[in-house]
């Protein structure tokens, strides 16, 4: 079945450093979504990506769609404290699009 | 909108013990899902419904059954705990949000013990 796979699994980095997470996916994704978990929360959608070689930002957060439609990578320019949380990115299951499947995350710490 | 509730926040349970997982979302949300999160894991989907009625299983469907008798509700039941089962369990609903965009909303997650 298909999977979606992420690196890296952690990353630790100082306050004000950049950060990137990748996420490879085993077939071509109609659309990718990112979510982000706090400590001891819940997913919280982010984005949506759906055009091939689409590019989003948000604030200090950018995304990207590879052109194959089979990667994405979200990068956070001068991380903050509050960034600190895991984050997924997600595809969908089938080609029905009823259920998505998450990559296992990316965990991010962030010292000051 | 209370959005995606789940009770209860936390349950420790005895081997063999059966207990059910409420979830309910006042969205009008046509699917919805349950996903298990082991510590320091990803989310694997354990069952989802595309509407009232419609179940199917994920990734992870062993040892649990789902029911959809309404569009709000979708429990998820466990028969025979097992110290396996440990782990915090996730429902979620999915609707559009804006043009051509649907997200999938989280509830808060319920915490079960296993012992």
């Known amino acids: 079945g298909q999977q979606v796979m992420q690196i890296p699994q952690y990353q630790h980095v100082q306050e004000g450093e950049d950060f990137t997470t990748y996420c490879n996916s085993s077939?071509?994704?109609?659309?990718i979504q990112w979510y982000k978990q706090r400590p001891g929360g819940h997913p919280v959608f982010l984005i949506q990506l759906v055009k091939s070689g689409e590019v989003k930002k948000q604030k200090r957060l950018t995304f990207q769609f590879g052109e194959a439609k089979k990667n994405s990578s979200l990068h956070i320019t001068a991380t903050q404290t509050t960034d600190v949380g895991t984050y997924f990115c997600a595809g969908l299951q089938n080609q029905a699009g009823t259920a998505l499947i998450f990559g296992k995350g990316t965990t991010l710490s962030v010292s000051s | 909108n209370a959005g995606v509730t789940q009770t209860p926040k936390f349950r420790i349970l005895k081997i063999g013990q059966s207990m059910t997982l409420q979830c309910t979302q006042d969205?009008?949300?046509?699917?919805m899902y349950w996903y298990r999160q082991d510590p320091g894991m990803g989310l694997k989907l354990i069952y989802y419904?595309?509407?009232?009625?419609?179940?199917d299983k994920g990734e992870v469907p062993n040892g649990y059954n789902v029911s959809r008798s309404t569009t709000e509700d979708f429990p998820l039941r466990l028969e025979l705990a097992a110290p396996s089962q440990t782990s915090v369990y996730f429902c979620?609903?999915?609707?559009?949000?804006?043009?051509?965009?649907?997200?999938?909303?989280f509830g808060p997650g319920t915490r079960l013990l296993v012992l």
């Open positions: 979620a609903s999915r609707g559009r949000q804006g043009r051509n965009q649907e997200t999938q909303y």
């Open positions: 969205m009008n949300h046509n699917y």
């Open positions: 077939t071509t994704l109609s659309n």
């Open positions: 419904s595309v509407g009232a009625g419609i179940t």
